[in-house]
């Protein structure tokens, strides 16, 4: 048992080096408090069907997500670590936050895209909605 009290760890994923960051951020913070990774990769197309994407541009979408995700379980496992990894489709930033309350998640790790201020308040961003709608601490990692 951890004596920080986290039991279970959310990492959001997206291929970039802020997530892969995270990503190392996360495994560290699991094996100090000996606990498995729950990762998540959302696509960020409403109609994709998962398991049969229709378009080539659906098909690769989805086919990234599985090889981040795969490429995760290799990293968590080369340091002993447990992941679990899930390819959801839908709105980033509420499937993100859906995923970590689903998993009773004590903790979400993702990586922020480094927007600026002017940019993020007219486009937004999926950490600062993660930040802000989580009712779980979350760490942004650069």
């Not at 839908?90 to 895209?113: P, Q, W």
């Not at 779980?136 to 650069?142: A, D, E, G, N, Y």
């Amino acid at each position: 048992m951890s004596r920080s009290g986290i039991k279970n760890i959310v990492v959001a994923l997206d291929g970039s080096k802020s997530s892969s960051n995270a990503l190392d951020n996360a495994i560290y913070l699991a094996r100090q408090n000996q606990t498995s990774l729950h990762g998540i990769y959302v696509v960020p197309l409403f109609s994709v069907n998962l398991k049969k994407p229709s378009s080539a541009f659906a098909k690769t979408l989805v086919e990234n997500g599985r090889k981040v995700l795969e490429e995760a379980k290799t990293r968590c496992a080369q340091n002993g670590v447990m992941f679990l990894g899930k390819v959801a489709n839908g709105n980033e930033g509420f499937t993100v936050v859906a995923f970590a309350k689903k998993k009773k998640a004590d903790l979400i790790v993702m990586g922020s895209r480094g927007r600026s201020n002017v940019r993020e308040f007219f486009l937004g961003s999926v950490s600062h909605y993660v930040v802000h709608k989580a009712p779980m601490p979350v760490l942004i990692t650069k």
